[in-house]
């Protein structure tokens, strides 16, 4: 899930460990099934999509476009299953030594295309403080290594 902020960060325990100004804040469920070629499809995608305003106000700028940054958190809780009781399944999130270094990669990824980059805590109980802007909020899946 990537929402198009004015600026973002998180806390851990009170502490401020990320922040990014004008951006995007990419909430990130990693699958079981879930490889590298899934995080570099995510990343290419993410990195080209025009969700950001032109002098008209349309949406027609990229990240590059408008010197963005990125935050990455990882949030298995996207994958919580509500269809049977009244308490989430996770059954569908990666095991943790798995989906954190899908994380540690595409924070990476975005990084090493010059792009500011920061990340949540993997695993860590985390305070989100989100500034929305529009409010503009997609929902990107990858299977197979294309967006679907």
Do not use: W, Y
């Not at 798995?98 to 985390?126: Q, R, S, Y």
Request: glycine share 14%; charged share 25%; net charge negative.
């Amino acid at each position: 899930m990537l929402q198009r902020v004015t600026r973002a960060s998180v806390t851990v325990d009170g502490d401020l460990v990320a922040m990014i100004g004008e951006g995007l804040c990419l909430l990130v469920g990693i699958e079981a099934a879930d490889s590298e070629g899934e995080v570099r499809a995510a990343v290419d995608k993410i990195v080209g999509l025009r969700v950001f305003g032109d002098e008209s106000g349309k949406m027609n700028l990229d990240l590059g476009d408008i010197g963005g940054e990125v935050l990455v958190v990882s949030q298995f809780t996207l994958f919580g299953d509500v269809r049977k009781g009244r308490r989430p399944s996770f059954t569908g999130a990666g095991p943790p030594d798995h989906a954190e270094p899908l994380i540690v990669a595409m924070a990476k990824a975005f990084d090493d295309l010059g792009i500011v980059t920061m990340t949540g805590v993997f695993g860590a109980k985390m305070t989100l403080h989100i500034e929305n802007d529009g409010p503009v909020t997609l929902i990107l899946e990858i299977r197979d290594g294309r967006a679907q």
